[in-house]
């Protein structure tokens, strides 16, 4: 795995998208609309961040350091006239450092985060696929982002719970910190069943 930084602007929010997840966004601030701009235009993605409620926005601090790679893959202009996009995880990424540009843009210094190792099998995440898909079927603004989704997919599954699970964000970087998956698999199991 290489060890160089990449520069990637930050987009801070209070939900967030893991890799291989899927999501809607409204983008209406300016110095937003130019970081999606600019990501289309160069081929590029921005990382999505978590916020962190008690850090000191002065100092960048309101942004935790474990993020998500996205990249656009769709947009549109909406009935309101905001930008609506749609983006796709890739893979987590570590934020080192960061500065902020004149129009408030934030660009953190970051580093590849090593994907989750977890050698466990598809039925060790009964019943927690079957009530994946029951909320798939239930709500088609969420079943629409995934043509092809991956219930077989232990991880895919743990992932996608930690995104629509009220789980606090200094909770998630936990779970995203350890070396594989199962601390947040026994964690999602218990509020599942």
């Not at 601030?29 to 970081?35: A, D, I, K, Q, S």
């Not at 916020?51 to 100092?59: E, F, T, V, Y």
């Not at 200094?170 to 698999?185: G, W």
């Amino acid at each position: 795995m290489a060890t160089s930084t990449l520069s990637l602007p930050l987009f801070p929010l209070s939900a967030h998208v893991l890799p291989g997840g899927v999501m809607s966004l409204r983008i209406f601030e300016p110095r937003y609309v130019r970081m999606v701009k600019e990501a289309c235009a160069n081929g590029t993605g921005f990382a999505i961040c978590m916020l962190n409620a008690q850090g000191d926005k002065s100092n960048n601090q309101h942004i935790y350091p474990l993020g998500t790679y996205v990249t656009v893959e769709d947009f549109d202009l909406l009935d309101d006239g905001l930008l609506g996009i749609t983006v796709k995880g890739h893979r987590c990424i570590r934020i080192e450092s960061i500065t902020t540009e004149e129009d408030g843009l934030r660009i953190g210094q970051c580093r590849w985060q090593d994907n989750w190792k977890c050698a466990i099998d598809a039925e060790t995440i009964t019943p927690m696929d079957a009530r994946l898909r029951e909320i798939f079927e239930k709500y088609p603004e969420v079943k629409n982002l995934y043509p092809s989704p991956e219930f077989d997919n232990p991880i895919w599954v743990i992932y996608r719970w930690l995104e629509l699970l009220p789980v606090n964000a200094e909770q998630k970087q936990a779970f995203l910190e350890e070396k594989d998956c199962r601390t947040a698999l026994e964690f999602l199991s218990q509020l599942v069943e």
